[in-house]
């Protein structure tokens, strides 16, 4: 009878499963690793070594050759067009400002644009990174880049070699250009008082190149006619001193010499008869 009474020994039975390990592992034997290294051969190692293919030296060491030139890259239409619509841009401009654009919607630059325009300031928009055309979808115009050529071939070598050549270091990433045939540098600073997205960075103005500060102030100062004006009035305020002290001497001694005639006339006239009565009488 097995160990624990009769009730285990008919459940065993019952259930012969319950005395099986539930996983059971079998192990098989693995084949030997019959392929190892093995040194090639001294005599094919030779052989292989008399063969080798030695390419012939040179007669001219590279170092000494002239470079290749570069491969010619057509210049596109449409990138000359733009430059030329820069440079005429640029060379009919009194005032050339450079900011700085961060992204807006576009009837924010739509208004900006009308403002600035309201007083003869006209917007260009200028790209410099190379890469996707962040104007793309944005509704902006007067874009000074080509899509098939990187954009700071169109707007910088314009910029070098024109009187703007200092400014080329404000040209980062994505800028504005505000041109004006005359110095509105006042109501320019209105407007962008009012577009936060639109930085200052610098000016030229009257060939002047101006920090934002100067620009600041150079919009303080009064206009043309004004400063004229009040130099006109400085000078002629000067001219009319000077003629009044070179005419105070003579006309001093013009008074005093008057003064002294009439008193010689007091003092001879009850002694001697006037001229023409002693005429008359004769």
Known sequence: QPRGGPGAGAGAERCPAAWLPALQLLRR??????RHWKAMHLQRQKLLAVTEYLPPRPAVPPRCLPRPAAAGHEEDGQARVLRRQLEETLRGSRMLAVCQYNSMPDEDVVTLQHFLRRHNIHVKFVLNEVGSDPWRGSGVSHCFHASSQTPSQVARPVLA???YRNLLPLFVCRNVLLVSPETRAREMLRVLKG???VN?????IDDTILSWQGVENFARLPPLEVSQGQTVAALSLLSSQTSSLLQRGPAHLTALLDEHIRRLRDAA???EPPPGRSAGNH
């Open 200 to 204: 200052l960075l610098g000016a030229c």
């Open 161 to 163: 070699q024109s009187k």
């Open 29 to 34: 034997g693995s084949k030997a690793v019959t």
């Open 269 to 271: 006239g009850p002694t």
């Open 195 to 197: 577009v936060p997205q």
